[in-house]
């Protein structure tokens, strides 16, 4: 009995440690897209991006809502009253209103900030809202492991230009 209590705790412990392993890679993919996506603007003589909180949030709606829900990408949500991008951010109670935003969905069997943006960058209609001025210079970004039955484990990454 001792063995198997033992065992049960090592088998938690993994995958506690697991978990938070895969959070903080995410956590480190989330923040080198933002330094490539600010030196790729920078490059093209445009603002570079800061993190902003409601923009954060916002990313994490969808992002979370499309893994939870194993759907396809999309810009649309299907939760009452999150149907726009729009209405997701208002939903964060932000203590402003921007003039534009813009969303950006992609996935991806690894954690690669890289392959990210290069999805993005390949994109014409995705690229154009990357190298946009018309946003204040805010982002959120949120990339979230999709829980499905299959045995290969993707993402969603979910960016948010305002």
Same mark, same amino acid.
């Given at each position: 009995?001792?063995?198997?209590?033992?065992?049960?705790?090592?088998?938690?412990?993994? /995958?506690?440690?697991?978990?938070?392993?895969?959070?903080?890679?995410?956590?480190?993919?989330?923040?080198?897209?933002?330094?490539?996506?600010?030196?790729?603007? =920078?490059?093209?003589?445009?603002?570079?991006?800061?993190?902003?909180?409601?923009?954060?949030?916002?990313?994490?709606?969808?992002?979370?809502?499309?893994?939870?829900?194993?759907?396809?990408?999309?810009?649309?949500?299907?939760? &009452?009253?999150?149907?726009?991008?729009?209405?997701?951010?208002?939903?964060?109670?932000?203590?402003?209103?921007?003039?534009?935003?813009?969303?950006?969905?992609?996935?991806?069997?690894?954690?690669?900030?890289?392959?990210?943006?290069?999805?993005?960058?390949?994109?014409?209609?995705?690229?154009?809202?990357?190298?946009?001025?018309?946003?204040?210079?805010?982002?959120?970004?949120? =990339?979230?492991?999709?829980?499905?039955?299959?045995?290969?484990?993707?993402?969603?990454? /979910? &960016? /948010?230009?305002?």
């Amino acid at each position: 009995m001792k063995k198997i209590i033992v065992l049960i705790s090592i088998l938690t412990f993994s /995958v506690s440690s697991f978990s938070q392993n895969n959070e903080n890679e995410i956590l480190e993919t989330e923040t080198l897209f933002i330094k490539l996506l600010n030196q790729y603007r =920078i490059d093209n003589k445009l603002l570079k991006f800061e993190k902003c909180k409601y923009l954060q949030e916002t990313a994490e709606i969808q992002s979370t809502y499309l893994a939870e829900n194993s759907m396809p990408i999309s810009h649309k949500n299907s939760n &009452l009253g999150m149907n726009s991008l729009f209405d997701r951010f208002m939903s964060t109670k932000p203590d402003y209103v921007p003039l534009s935003l813009g969303e950006c969905i992609a996935s991806c069997f690894k954690l690669d900030a890289n392959g990210i943006l290069k999805q993005f960058k390949n994109s014409p209609k995705h690229n154009e809202i990357l190298l946009s001025d018309t946003y204040i210079g805010t982002i959120g970004i949120k =990339i979230t492991k999709v829980k499905n039955d299959k045995s290969i484990p993707y993402y969603i990454a /979910v &960016l /948010v230009l305002g």
